[in-house]
């Protein structure tokens, strides 16, 4: 919502007068020092510490976002699908049957593979207006955000950090079940990766920001896992191969169910969950060659190096 007096927002929810400050990044900015601007500390608790404070900033700049965007009251929307309402398998209503589906895997933040997704293309292959660029959480099962504001650091409280998205996580959602699936249908992104320092977009007109949707599911924790005759680690467990893609079609089928045609995917419980990488790749891929998901989406899957995850 374009603001006509040119005034921007404050952490404190007060408006700053145009004349009267250097937006809101670049006061912060000077506040706290350069130090906080761009992560460089060597120590790991120093830089625990620094995330820590970007993430409370960030939890105050969100209600001002909130009531500033034209999209306020979708932001805060959050929807938690489970067993008996999970996404069905997908009727062919749900596919543009394109001519594929065609996959990139990008080394990339996940907030910025969804940014050049939607500079893109603004309009479907029918000409039509496209839902936004729909971004997997790879989510904690117990705490809406997990440890972000604590200073961790793996991808759910990167996207934390950056957006408004746990506006829309809400504490009764939590701890979810195995298959469940929350669906944020509005986030909007105001902050850069951490490779830019984590600063602030310009915030004087919250409706010209990046808007996407986030699918957010849990990963299995810690599976067991054994080494392959190809050496790559490999579930342990039957089970647990076939629950992880389980997980995937039901991410993939939300994604179809609400109209998205480019997705961001990724490692899904390759970090701290210590999931098999080897194997979740090739979960993903035979998902992706199941007739179900054939010609469905535009996808870039994601490996986020900077959450110490491995990379697939």
């Known amino acids: 919502m374009s603001n006509p007096t040119r005034e921007a927002l404050g952490p404190t929810g007060s408006p700053r007068r145009h004349g009267r400050r250097r937006g809101l990044g670049d006061a912060r900015g000077r506040r706290r ?24 900033e960030t939890k105050l700049i969100i209600p001002n976002i909130l009531l500033a965007s ?18 069905p398998r997908l009727d062919q209503k749900f596919c543009p049957k394109f001519a594929g589906t065609k996959i990139q895997v990008a080394d990339a933040d996940t907030f910025d593979a969804a940014i050049q997704l939607l500079s893109d293309s603004n309009t479907s292959q029918t000409g039509s207006p496209e839902a936004p660029v729909a ?49 944020s249908p509005a986030v909007i992104v105001f902050r850069k990766s951490v490779k830019d320092g984590h600063g602030l977009m ?26 392959g005759a190809d050496s ?7 089970n647990d191969r076939n629950l992880t893609k389980e997980k995937m ?20 419980g390759c970090g701290a969950f ?8 090739d979960c993903w ?22 959450t110490g995850g491995p990379q697939l």
């Open 285 to 306: 891929a035979e998902v992706f060659s199941e007739p179900e998901f054939r010609g469905a989406y535009w996808c870039a899957a994601h490996d986020d190096t900077n």
């Open 232 to 238: 790559a680690m490999k579930f342990a467990n039957p």
């Open 135 to 183: 971004v997997l959480n790879m989510a904690s099962p117990s705490n809406p955000g997990g440890g972000w504001l604590s200073g961790a650091r793996a991808q759910e409280e990167a996207l934390c950090r950056r957006s408004t998205l746990t506006a829309s996580l809400k504490q009764s959602f939590y701890p979810t079940p195995a298959n469940a699936v929350i669906y």
């Open 274 to 281: 210590r999931n098999p990488a080897e194997e979740v790749a």
């Open 70 to 87: 034209k999209s306020g009251a979708v932001l805060k929307e959050g929807f938690l699908y489970q067993s008996p309402t999970t996404p």
């Open 202 to 227: 310009d915030l004087s007109d919250t409706d010209t920001l990046p808007l996407v949707s986030v699918v957010s599911m849990a990963a299995q924790r810690r599976p067991e896992v054994i080494r």
């Open 249 to 268: 079609r039901i991410i993939l089928r939300l994604s179809a169910w609400k109209r998205h045609r480019k997705v961001v995917l990724g490692a899904l």
């Open 33 to 56: 020092g350069r130090g906080h601007d761009t992560i460089v500390a060597d120590e790991p608790d120093s830089k625990r510490a620094q995330l820590r404070t970007i993430s409370h």
